[in-house]
């Protein structure tokens, strides 16, 4: 064979197969932030490792985020897709888009963050490292303004970090950083369960998890979320613990142990606010945030929705 064959045979040599990546996105009327994460969704970093797209579930029927995607197509170097699931209700988002997605892989993030610009290739390198089924990361708070100092000093919204290769248990799960193998959803035609408000995404690891299949953590793949002004406000802090202890009365582990717990907690702290009122505002709140959970949970057990909104939004 000549040299200009053995080129030529070289040059029609099939690219070697990479993985593909589809980012899921669920996103309602929340334009500029949705602008900013899909803009650096659009630059991650991926040492040829796998390709990726970005899918968008518009959770609003009058389909607001539809302009801003279809202005982000246009300008960005990766493929975005839009759909509608004009039913309000985060599980059923989830579900639209998680029924569109393609490849071998699923990421999840949420439409308040942004990830660093390795986020995608470090949940990547870390799943395939460990053998795993899935890989969840640490979710940094972010304030493009400056909150109250109470606010600041307080701990409402952290989120845990844990060391790269620990087990996630169920109960500290969530989607707005994860990675998972297609197969871990692709059995399920809907994975997510609306009856769930809040939580679904726990109750979705949960099942997982029993079901036998390994998650893991992985510190260094952060993404910040971003906290607006409207979530500093106390009204919808409170109701979003409502809403949380609502829907906790639907996961299995609210058994009589964890009922009576709740039946004690009330009393008890309801007499400890006036105390914690003298503490400091980032104590008397996180004092409430528990004591309105176990409240939503005791209401919705008694047969009583303490918030009738699908979720509660800003």
């Not at 197969?17 to 991650?44: D, F, Q």
């Not at 799960?173 to 994975?191: E, H």
């Not at 369960?193 to 809040?198: N, S």
């Not at 409430?288 to 939503?296: A, Q, R, T, V």
């Amino acid at each position: 064979m000549s040299i200009a064959s053995a080129l030529k045979s070289l040059n029609m040599a099939p690219e070697m197969h990479r993985a593909h990546i589809s980012v899921c996105v669920c996103t309602y009327k929340r334009p500029e932030m949705l602008r900013h994460l899909l803009t650096e969704l659009g630059n991650l970093k991926t040492e040829n490792q796998f390709t990726y797209s970005i899918l968008v579930a518009d959770n609003d029927e009058a389909r607001s985020a539809q302009d801003t995607v279809e202005e982000l197509r246009r300008l960005l170097p990766v493929s975005i897709r839009y759909f509608c699931e004009p039913r309000r209700n985060i599980a059923l988002a989830r579900n639209k888009v998680i029924e569109n997605v393609q490849g071998e892989y699923v990421a999840l993030i949420d439409d308040d963050e942004f990830p660093t610009e390795t986020w995608l290739l470090t949940l990547f390198n870390t799943c395939n490292e460990y053998k795993v089924d899935g890989v969840l990361g640490p979710v940094v708070r972010h304030f493009d303004e400056t909150p109250p100092a109470w606010f600041k000093k307080s701990k409402i919204y952290d989120r845990e970090s844990n060391p790269t290769g620990e087990v996630v248990r169920w109960e500290d799960s969530r989607t707005g950083n994860a990675l998972l193998r297609r197969r871990v959803v692709a059995a399920d035609p809907a994975p997510f369960r609306p009856e769930f408000r809040a939580g679904e995404d726990q109750d979705f690891f949960r099942r997982k998890i029993e079901a036998g299949l390994r998650f893991i953590w992985s510190a260094d793949a952060v993404v910040f979320e971003t906290i607006p002004p409207a979530r500093w406000k106390r009204s919808y802090i409170l109701r979003k613990a409502l809403i949380q202890g609502a829907t906790a009365a639907l996961q299995p582990n609210c058994d009589a142990k964890n009922i009576a717990k709740s039946l004690i907690a009330v009393p008890l702290y309801a007499l400890i606010v006036p105390f914690a009122l003298l503490a400091g505002q980032s104590r008397l709140m996180t004092l409430l945030i528990k004591l309105f959970d176990h409240s939503g949970k005791l209401l919705m057990l008694a047969g009583f929705n303490p918030i009738r909104e699908e979720y509660v939004s800003e």
